[in-house]
């Protein structure tokens, strides 16, 4: 996910924060004029009206959607979670036409320019999410609706004593179970070889998970394109580390 400045929550009430971090700083920055023109054209078309509760990218209690509802079909389901500008997910949706996608992310602008290349694309598999990932995934999705959960490159919060932001814990692996469908898998990438490591111990700890690899990582995802930020990490001599779990 992007790191990102502060945005004030809705109210000063301090009974209204989060009892828990979220993985993310959300910045309030400007959008380009034509990501403008994108929202205000298309915000209607891709974007889930997700009521909120106290904080900004919270989700109501009591809301909850149908994925076949959203997409108006029965199909597969995958979410990613902080999907910055799309490029995965688009390139997903474009190559699995038979499947749903949902992209879950809390920068605006991000999203504004998934969208605007999900209309160039005339992509109709595709919905975006502007909201905390965890509580879309735990309180809003049906339990057990989800094929695949993908998270790539998450912030690392690199500093020690950040690292209790990181998106991966053992409450996210006990989400992550119970939105997807039993079978279904959990993908996750990283540049950041220490949060690899937490990774694969909080899932290789958390129960009903399976590893889907043998040796020390998965293979790369064959299904995740090469992004530029993938390859920046690449060319400072970063390993790309894999990882894939099914719910038993």
């Given at each position: 996910?992007?790191?990102q ?8 009430d301090?009974t209204t ?7 993310f700083?959300?910045?309030?920055g400007r959008m380009t004029?034509s990501?403008e023109?994108a929202?205000a ?5 891709y ?7 106290p904080a900004?990218?919270?989700v109501?209690?009591?809301v ?7 997409f108006?079909?029965t199909?597969?389901?995958v979410?990613?979670v ?6 995965a997910?688009?390139?997903a949706a ?7 996608f949902?992209a879950v992310e809390v920068?605006?602008?991000?999203l ?9 694309a005339?992509?109709d598999?595709l919905?975006?999410a502007e909201?905390?990932?965890?509580e879309l995934?735990?309180k809003y999705?049906?339990?057990g ?5 993908w ?5 690392p919060w690199k500093?020690v004593?950040?690292h209790?932001r990181r998106?991966?814990s053992?409450d ?7 939105a997807l469908?039993?079978?279904?898998v ?7 070889e220490?949060?690899?490591e937490?990774m694969?111990?909080v ?8 590893r889907e ?5 998965a293979?790369?995802f064959d299904g995740r394109i ?6 920046k990490?690449i060319?400072?001599g970063?390993?790309i580390?894999?990882?894939t779990?099914?719910r038993?």
């Open positions: 996910m992007t790191e400045q502060p945005l004030p929550y809705k109210s000063f301090p924060f989060r009892k828990k971090p979220v993985s700083v959300r910045r309030s004029p990501q023109r929202w054209d298309h915000h209607e078309t974007v889930l009206d997700i009521a909120h509760g900004a990218t919270s109501a209690d009591g909850h959607g149908d994925p076949e509802e959203i108006g079909r199909a597969p389901l979410v990613e902080g999907s910055g500008q799309g490029h997910i688009l390139h474009e190559q699995r036409p038979d499947t749903n949902l920068f605006r602008a991000g504004a320019r998934t969208m605007i290349r999900a209309e160039v005339a992509l598999n919905k975006l909201v905390n990932a965890p995934l735990e999705l049906p339990a609706s989800v094929d695949e959960i998270v790539f490159f998450p912030d500093k004593r950040h209790k998106l991966v053992d996210f692996a006990r989400i992550a179970y119970g469908r039993p079978g279904g959990l993908r996750l990438a990283t540049d950041w220490d949060y690899a937490q694969r111990e899932l290789d700890a958390a129960d009903g998970f399976t690899f043998s040796g020390e990582w293979d790369r090469l992004t530029a930020f993938e390859q990490g060319d400072v970063r390993h580390r894999d990882l779990y099914r038993a």
